[in-house]
């Protein structure tokens, strides 16, 4: 066995002759298990990849800046003239080909295995790199650069015959290959004459041969993701694009507790050098619950089942008292915030944040999002372990706590850190809390409870429409008694509390329209926050806006923006937070499922229906 110094650094041979890093951005490629995951940018580098799960330690960041060459598992071209990628259809398995100046050509397959073996899913935290020369024969060369400790680790270095060992003080990687050990040491370039292995992982020793597992693994994870999309009920129209969201928002499931992140990265700026970044791979009720709405649509309920059970424990630790808005995905409560100073962040666009304050906010429109969570579980008969009485008490503790504080100040759906309101958007969850509630009741056969819960809906309901509404806007307002407009009360038609068509919701959509949009594009709101007035549109907000459209039956304009959101993806199919309206370049945090839940609700909606073709 070999070891090398921890601050050994391969020697580069004619560095010249390998294009340099291309500039960050948000044209990458996700891989996953639905244990951990990795970014992938067009040459094939994986530039983010946390260890042991969505919001461990970014073994390779080279996406938030860094060392020259560190942080990074790249697999380059010499003489590289282009590259271009998509995904296997209806997997999650991504390929890469990189050409060089002479027409030679690679392909780089990468995926994380998921199947299912032996009565459950295999799922390890494994990323596999499969390359093989598909034209003449090219010269590459591989640089693994894990760092730990969010960059400020070097790991030590150890080798066998067919494996290397990057060893830390935190988790250790193994490297298991079939290609030169030497050259994968080096950095030096070699031919590649035939196909290539790369399995990066635990520590652990394979069963079967390098070769042959991948080639396995490859196949199984396949077959399990065109079974997986095969089950879906999608839309006539737009299919492909509801696919790759949704299997997007399978791969933000942290399939051992059921929690499903916000997001994979961290302090993504959501417009350029505004500091306006935070750390998204934590899992918020509010998202987690549009996450779980949008593929219960598709007939993927199998999400629900699972979320619900994270969704449990976090109701009974609180009990019966305050939930916090967000919590780690192994039902974490503390999330301390904190600079990380080892990286300068996404084109030096720092600072780049670890963990979120937000975990300490009071948030109540969390109520509405656990209710209307687990509905559909009373509801259902499908599901394997249907809600049932016992659920219910559960709940009604929460809908307790939406009465009590329905009426009170709050940080609101946008996390405000320095201005408390009655937020209108926090109060409409609360009413959405009672009146599921009492949809539940009627369900399990409970009169009194469904009165009960009845009047307390249609007390909150009055008051909204009252105190929301801004005669000086002729709009509902983002707080009670405010006239400032923001998009989050375009969530009043589409968790049923008003009538779609009733002319309050109308004008209010025309104000919003008239003060917040760039465009197609919606911004959050119009006052000026922590960070002075958002600059950028976020995408969930243009997509509410599309759903509103098409309600009122302004369909064709509705169509048409989501015709333009769709072009706001980037080549793969995926969508961060925001959107800027001027250039058009993607934003904030990556994939954002928010923005994913988007274009499943929007093509669900517009679709013509399957009997106007069969």
């Known amino acids: 066995m070999t070891t090398l110094s921890p601050t ?18 948000l044209s990458l490629g996700v891989v996953g298990n639905c244990a951990f995951s990795a970014l992938i940018d067009p040459r094939g580098r994986v530039v983010w990849c946390c260890l042991p799960r969505f919001d461990g330690d970014p073994v390779f960041h080279a996406l938030l800046g860094g060392e020259d060459d560190a942080g990074t598992f790249a697999i380059e071209i010499e003489d590289f003239a282009s590259s271009r990628q998509r995904y296997i259809p209806n997997t999650a398995v991504l390929e890469t080909e990189l050409t060089d ?23 390890p935290t494994m990323l596999v790199r499969r390359i093989r020369p598909l034209e003449g024969t090219p010269r590459i060369r591989v640089r693994l650069t894990p760092r730990y400790g969010w ?18 003080e935190q988790q250790t990687l193994r490297l298991q290959t079939d290609a030169g050990i030497t050259h994968v040491l080096s950095g030096h370039p070699f031919l590649l004459t035939h196909e290539s292995n790369f399995l990066l992982g635990p520590d652990e020793t394979l069963e079967g041969g390098v070769g042959e597992t ?19 009920a999608v839309p006539l129209e737009w299919q492909d694009a509801v696919i790759r ?10 399939e051992d507790t059921g929690a499903i992140v916000a997001a994979m990265t961290t302090s993504i700026p959501e417009a350029p050098h505004s500091q306006r970044n935070w750390d998204y791979r934590y899992c918020w009720l509010r998202d987690a619950f549009f996450v779980v709405r949008a593929l219960n649509s598709l007939a993927e309920v199998g999400t629900m089942e699972d979320y619900l059970g994270w969704l449990t424990n976090a109701v009974v630790g609180a009990n ?5 808005p967000l919590f780690g995905i192994g039902l974490e409560r503390d999330l301390p915030e904190r600079i990380c100073e080892n990286l300068p962040g996404y084109r030096d666009m720092g600072p780049v944040r670890v963990g979120n304050q937000a975990h300490e906010h009071f948030q109540h429109d969390v109520y509405g999002n656990i209710v209307l969570a687990a509905s559909q579980a009373f509801h259902d008969r499908r599901l394997l372990h249907p809600a049932g009485l016992a659920d219910f008490r559960r709940l009604e503790a929460v809908g307790d706590k939406a009465v009590a504080i329905f009426d009170q100040p709050d940080a609101g759906m946008w996390e405000l850190r320095t201005r408390a309101r009655v937020h209108t958007s926090s109060a409409l969850m609360c009413w959405a809390a009672c009146d599921r509630l009492a949809k539940i009741a009627r369900t399990l056969g409970l009169p009194e409870r469904e009165a009960h819960w009845s009047e307390h809906a249609r007390a909150m309901r009055e008051r909204i429409l009252r105190e929301s509404w801004s005669e000086k806007r002729q709009a509902f307002a983002e707080s009670f008694g405010g006239h400032d407009l923001d998009a989050s009360v375009l969530l009043m038609a589409e968790v049923g509390f008003i009538d779609p068509m009733d002319p309050r919701f109308i004008a209010t959509l025309d104000a919003l329209e008239t003060q ?4 197609p594009y919606m911004r959050r709101y119009e006052a000026a926050d922590d960070f002075g007035k958002p600059e950028t549109a976020f995408n969930i907000c243009t997509f509410w806006r599309i759903d509103a459209l098409a309600r009122v039956g302004r ?57 106007t073709v069969i």
């Open 151 to 168: 960059g400020a680790q070097c790991p030590t270095i150890t080798s066998g015959s067919n494996h290397i060992r990057y060893v830390g």
């Open 101 to 123: 100046r002479h027409g030679q050509r690679v392909l780089i397959t990468d995926f994380a295995p998921r199947f299912p073996s032996r009565g459950r899913f295999f799922r």
């Open 516 to 519: 917040l949009c760039d465009g």
């Open 245 to 254: 969201a949704a299997i997007t928002l399978k791969l933000s499931v942290f």
């Open 214 to 232: 991948a080639r396995r693994f490859e196949q199984e994870t396949i077959a399990y993701w065109r079974h997986w999309s095969q089950r879906l």
């Open 320 to 324: 019966g008292g305050h939930v916090q």
């Open 8 to 25: 050994a650094t391969p020697s580069l041979q004619e560095p010249s002759r390998f294009a340099p890093p291309a500039q960050a951005s």
């Open 555 to 611: 369909v064709a304009e509705a169509r048409s923006i989501f015709e333009t959101m769709l072009q706001a993806r980037n080549s793969l199919g995926l969508l961060s937070e925001d959107t800027h309206p001027v250039t058009g370049e993607m934003w904030g945090n990556y994939p954002q499922t928010y923005s994913m839940v988007g274009i499943i609700n929007a093509a669900v909606r517009l679709s013509a229906a399957w009997d």
